[in-house]
């Protein structure tokens, strides 16, 4: 009998690689774009379906597959934990700054301050750094796998938007790609943490 763990993986493995085509599509076909979802009702339903796969993959993986893989210390999961923590915080606070609308792709106002001034996607850094910190929290190869794939999902979005963002902000966005790192940067972690 095949254990709801083992349908779990599979079923999330699926989600990610089909996100992931799709942003690879996006980033270099815009035309065909699958993200950002724009006015699109499918687009809307596509990304939303396979992003609540996606998501609910975590817990039920981290509560099915706990601990399968007896590598990490003590020290190591609670760091782990405290990075996860982190990592949903600043995403959600970034989240809620932006906007669910803009968030989802809609067009809206181009956001270059508060959490935006020290990178133009932080929304992906702190699922990225959310993702990380679970993988070590939880010690699970099943979560491992799934959390990796996640994260490229996540590495994907800013190159699956950036031409459409291009596109409705013109010179404003280039300033602005100019000024702020994609991702993070040593220069731009040390700014957010300091002020």
């Given amino acids: 009998m095949v254990s709801r763990s083992d349908r779990a993986l599979p079923i999330t493995i699926v989600a990610d690689a089909v996100l992931i085509i799709g942003y690879l599509v996006s980033a270099l ?3 065909r774009r699958l993200w950002p979802i ?3 009702r499918w687009r809307w339903w596509f990304n939303w379906s396979l992003l609540s796969v996606v998501f609910s993959g975590f817990p039920v993986l981290a509560s099915r597959d706990w601990d399968s893989v007896r590598l990490t210390s003590t020290p190591l999961r609670i760091g782990g934990a405290l990075l996860s923590v982190f990592g949903m915080a600043f995403s959600l606070s970034a989240l809620f700054e932006l906007g669910w609308m803009e968030s989802s792709g809609r ?3 181009l956001r270059t301050d508060g959490i ?8 992906s850094v702190g699922f990225i750094t959310f ?10 190869s099943k ?3 799934h959390g990796f794939l996640t994260a490229l999902v996540y590495i994907l979005f800013p190159f699956a938007e950036e031409p459409w963002l291009r596109e409705h902000y013109g010179d404003e966005y280039e300033e602005y790609c100019e000024q702020t790192p994609r991702f993070v940067t040593g220069e ?8």
């Avoid at 935006?116 to 929304?123: I, V």
């Fill in 131 to 140: 993702i990380v910190g679970t993988i070590l929290a939880v010690n699970s």
């Fill in 107 to 109: 067009e809206g106002e």
């Fill in 29 to 31: 076909v815009p035309a």
């Fill in 116 to 123: 935006y001034e020290y990178t133009r996607n932080p929304q």
């Fill in 38 to 40: 724009g006015d699109s």
């Fill in 143 to 145: 979560l491992a796998v």
């Fill in 188 to 195: 731009s972690m040390k700014r957010l943490l300091c002020e």
